[in-house]
């Protein structure tokens, strides 16, 4: 099991989810986060004040995932949260020693499986074939 982290833009998050569900990945957590990497800061004028914007706000996506799905979870997040800027973000990938499902006490892979996977995934299906 891995714990899979991605800092994304916020502009897209919608994506991201979109391809996560797809790829069968249906439990995430998500965070607004403000960053500091290789993006340029922004001057900006405030109240006729100049004003430096170091940090950026990002998003940040957390899911863990069984190894079958480490890799598809990798791929749906590169194809749909890379624009090619400075500033697309970062994947994080960390073993994970346990996972307990708090309510039935099930553990580590069966903790993992959502029990709503498969409405959540013809979801996804239908909304990504209904904007084409």
Do not use: W
């Not at 569900?21 to 995430?28: E, P, S, V």
């Not at 970062?90 to 307990?100: A, G, N």
């Not at 499986?113 to 909304?127: G, K, N, S």
């Amino acid at each position: 099991m891995k714990l899979i982290t991605c800092i994304i833009r916020p502009e897209k998050l919608p994506d991201v989810k979109s391809a996560l569900f797809r790829a069968g990945i249906t439990g995430i957590t998500v965070s607004r986060v403000s960053g500091h990497g290789g993006e340029k800061e922004l001057v900006e004028i405030y109240r006729a004040s100049s004003v430096v914007l170091e940090f950026r706000e990002k998003v940040k996506v957390e899911m863990v995932c069984s190894e079958p799905f480490v890799e598809p979870c990798i791929k749906a997040i590169l194809a749909s949260a890379r624009t090619g800027d400075v500033g697309d973000g970062k994947i994080f990938v960390q073993p994970i020693e346990k996972v307990i499902r708090i309510r039935t006490g099930e553990a580590d892979n069966a903790a993992l499986t959502p029990v709503t996977a498969d409405a959540v995934q013809r979801q996804a299906l239908q909304e990504e074939f209904a904007g084409t």
